[in-house]
């Protein structure tokens, strides 16, 4: 049986929350599952710097019930937790600079909110199965490389700490209350739909925008070493986590294709644009004190567990992201 079949045969008519369903990621979700024949229903505070966006949905706005509201107002949960199947819970404030100037906002979202999201499955759902979207951010710099679960946890920011603490909830709500639930960490996710105003979400899309734009974009440093998922793969290994019950309580890596150099990534932009010119430069202060440094993920487990892997080459996502740009930039800046 092909993937294909095998998601459906889980998600035809079933109900399916998407929290941060206008997002990057939450969007390219909804595409897949409303293909696959799910009832998806979208939970999303469109508030600007979050990155929804209704431009996402575009072709399949009628297909999904879409609600307007914050995650932070707990007395709204239950009635979209109801009658649920599965929680893709991608709600987040992904901004690490954000989070170091607005920490109590960053806590709201990313660890309260949280808690309060689980205690209204446990009260209200139980049976729901739940995915949660975490950040390779936790890992804070790293001892070795590629760097698996096993790394020491130690954030370096305050985005990172309350995801960490999210993801926590998570896991202690699985194994204490039994709502199902699995931890993804995430790295850096790139492709159509990303947020590109702004590097709230990725610096790769202030990248894209800029060199459509006909304008030279900023690399700083440059030597760091990234490995970058494309959404489709991210999409893919969601879908896995949320069927497959020996994902149940635990928490994988995502990963990429081979990392590279921030000034290799650089150049691969230019050469699939078909043109285009960067600058690098030294990184801001304020930046250097978050950052990690290289980073890489070992994806090995999840390649184990479920059958995940990257699919996407680097080329080909880059390829594939700046021709969506090239046609749907107005809609984005």
């Given at each position: 049986?092909?993937?294909?079949?095998?998601?459906?045969?889980?998600?035809?008519?079933?109900?399916?929350?998407?929290?941060?369903?206008?997002?990057?990621?939450?969007?390219?979700?909804?595409?897949?599952?409303?293909?696959?024949?799910?009832?998806?229903?979208?939970?999303?505070?469109?508030?600007?710097?979050?990155?929804?966006?209704?431009?996402?949905?575009?072709?399949?706005?009628?297909?999904?019930?879409?609600?307007?509201?914050?995650?932070?107002?707990?007395?709204?949960?239950?009635?979209?937790?109801?009658?649920?199947?599965?929680?893709?819970?991608?709600?987040?404030?992904?901004?690490?600079?954000?989070?170091?100037?607005?920490?109590?906002?960053?806590?709201?979202?990313?660890?309260?909110?949280?808690?309060?999201?689980?205690?209204?499955?446990?009260?209200?759902?139980?049976?729901?199965?739940?995915?949660?979207?975490?950040?390779?951010?936790?890992?804070?710099?790293?001892?070795?490389?590629?760097?698996?679960?096993?790394?020491?946890?130690?954030?370096?920011?305050?985005?990172?700490?309350?995801?960490?603490?999210?993801?926590?909830?998570?896991?202690?709500?699985?194994?204490?209350?039994?709502?199902?639930?699995?931890?993804?960490?995430?790295?850096?996710?790139?492709?159509?739909?990303?947020?590109?105003?702004?590097?709230?979400?990725?610096?790769?899309?202030v990248w894209v925008r800029r060199i459509l734009e006909g304008r030279?974009?900023?690399?700083?440093?440059?030597?760091?070493?990234?490995?970058?998922?494309?959404?489709?793969?991210?999409?893919?290994?969601?879908?896995?986590?949320?069927?497959?019950?020996?994902?149940?309580?635990?928490?994988?890596?995502?990963?990429?294709?081979?990392?590279?150099t921030l000034q290799q990534l650089a150049d691969l932009l230019v050469?699939?644009?078909?043109?285009?010119?960067?600058?690098?430069?030294?990184?801001?202060?304020?930046?250097?004190?978050?950052?990690?440094?290289?980073?890489?993920?070992?994806?090995?487990?999840?390649?184990?567990?479920?059958?995940?892997?990257?699919?996407?080459?680097?080329?080909?996502?880059?390829?594939?992201?700046?021709?969506?740009?090239?046609?749907?930039?107005?809609?984005?800046?």
């Open positions: 049986m092909s993937p294909t079949s095998q998601f459906k045969r889980h998600f035809l008519n079933r109900q399916v929350l998407i929290t941060g369903g206008l997002g990057f990621i939450g969007s390219n979700l909804a595409r897949r599952l409303v293909a696959l024949g799910a009832k998806v229903t979208i939970l999303d505070s469109l508030i600007p710097e979050y990155g929804g966006n209704r431009r996402n949905l575009a072709g399949i706005g009628r297909k999904v019930a879409v609600h307007l509201s914050d995650v932070r107002d707990r007395h709204s949960l239950p009635a979209f937790v109801r009658g649920q199947d599965f929680l893709f819970n991608l709600a987040g404030q992904t901004s690490h600079m954000d989070s170091m100037t607005d920490p109590e906002t960053d806590l709201e979202i990313n660890c309260r909110a949280q808690l309060s999201i689980l205690e209204t499955c446990r009260q209200h759902n139980p049976g729901i199965r739940v995915v949660f979207a975490s950040t390779r951010q936790i890992y804070g710099r790293p001892d070795y490389l590629p760097v698996d679960e096993k790394h020491p946890l130690r954030p370096v920011d305050v985005n990172g700490i309350n995801k960490l603490a999210g993801e926590e909830y998570h896991l202690l709500y699985s194994e204490v209350h039994g709502i199902r639930s699995t931890v993804l960490r995430l790295t850096n996710t790139i492709g159509p739909r990303m947020r590109i105003k702004d590097a709230r979400q990725t610096f790769v899309g030279p974009f900023e690399v700083w440093g440059g030597a760091q070493l990234r490995d970058f998922t494309y959404v489709d793969d991210a999409v893919e290994a969601l879908l896995l986590a949320a069927t497959r019950p020996e994902a149940e309580g635990q928490v994988f890596n995502l990963g990429g294709p081979p990392p590279v050469e699939v644009n078909g043109g285009g010119r960067f600058v690098v430069k030294r990184f801001p202060v304020t930046r250097k004190k978050i950052d990690i440094g290289d980073f890489y993920a070992d994806h090995g487990l999840i390649t184990a567990k479920l059958g995940w892997r990257p699919r996407t080459s680097l080329r080909t996502a880059l390829g594939r992201t700046v021709g969506y740009y090239r046609k749907e930039l107005r809609h984005y800046v």
